[in-house]
């Protein structure tokens, strides 16, 4: 298996634009997670979804940003408008029983 | 609720010095305890678990980690790391009873620094 797939990879935007970030899971996991990674506030789960279906958005820092599953296979995270303090890394993660597994994560940087 | 707490933001050891990190969790009940490590610019990556049974760990890259149920620990052990292993390692935990044990709860993380 590929592992989890996430892209782009790395993502240079100036304030006000839109950005999506994308995510494919490990095939079979029913479970899919957001993350965001600061120096400042570490790992912070964002959202997270089973079967499709999101069940916890709480970590969803405001309503610019909004996280999207439309099937098994693929999950979406956009932020709009994008601000610079949104700058971070972002983590996508999937699991069945049996831990989380991470995607590479995109680093992005708002100016 | 779960917590985690990795009591060492930093470690540094000299190559071939063997390694422990400190994990310590809060959980009523049984929990399943993981380790990642995290490499610069990477993702986390799982390095082992522990759901239930022998309380020693075995997991890639030459590293092990016991469960101490006395103590509420599960501490990460190498015998001898190599310059390679310097990376940020994160112990969480996950419960049987919050959905199917896959949401965890991520300590602090330490950064492990290795000395030539």
């Known amino acids: 298996d590929a592992g989890v797939i996430q892209s782009p990879r790395h993502e240079v935007t100036e304030m006000g634009q839109e950005v999506t970030l994308r995510c494919k899971p490990i095939s079979g996991h029913d479970y899919l997670f957001w993350y965001r990674q600061t120096m400042m506030r570490g790992l912070e789960l964002l959202i997270y979804?089973?079967?499709?279906?999101?069940?916890?958005d709480s970590g969803m820092p405001e309503d610019r940003f909004s996280a999207k599953m439309p099937n098994a296979s693929f999950s979406t995270l956009k932020i709009q408008p994008s601000e610079p303090r949104d700058s971070a890394v972002y983590f996508c993660a999937s699991s069945s029983v049996g831990g989380q597994y991470f995607g590479p994560g995109t680093r992005l940087l708002v100016l | 609720a779960q917590s985690v707490t990795q009591p060492d933001i930093h470690i540094t050891v000299s190559e071939g010095a063997s390694l422990e990190l400190r994990c310590n969790y809060s959980y009523g009940a049984t929990p399943y305890l993981f380790w990642y490590v995290q490499s610069p610019g990477q993702g986390l990556q799982l390095l082992l678990k522990y759901f239930s049974g022998d309380t020693l760990v075995q997991g890639i890259k030459g590293f092990e980690a016991e469960f101490k149920r006395s103590q509420s620990s599960f501490n990460l052990r190498k015998p001898s790391v190599h310059w390679s292993d310097a990376a940020e390692y994160f112990c969480?935990?996950?419960?049987?009873?919050?959905?199917?044990?896959?949401?965890?709860?991520f300590g602090g993380g330490t950064r492990l620094m290795v000395k030539p």
């Open positions: 979804f089973n079967n499709n279906v999101p069940i916890d």
């Open positions: 969480a935990v996950g419960a049987e009873d919050n959905n199917a044990g896959n949401m965890l709860t």
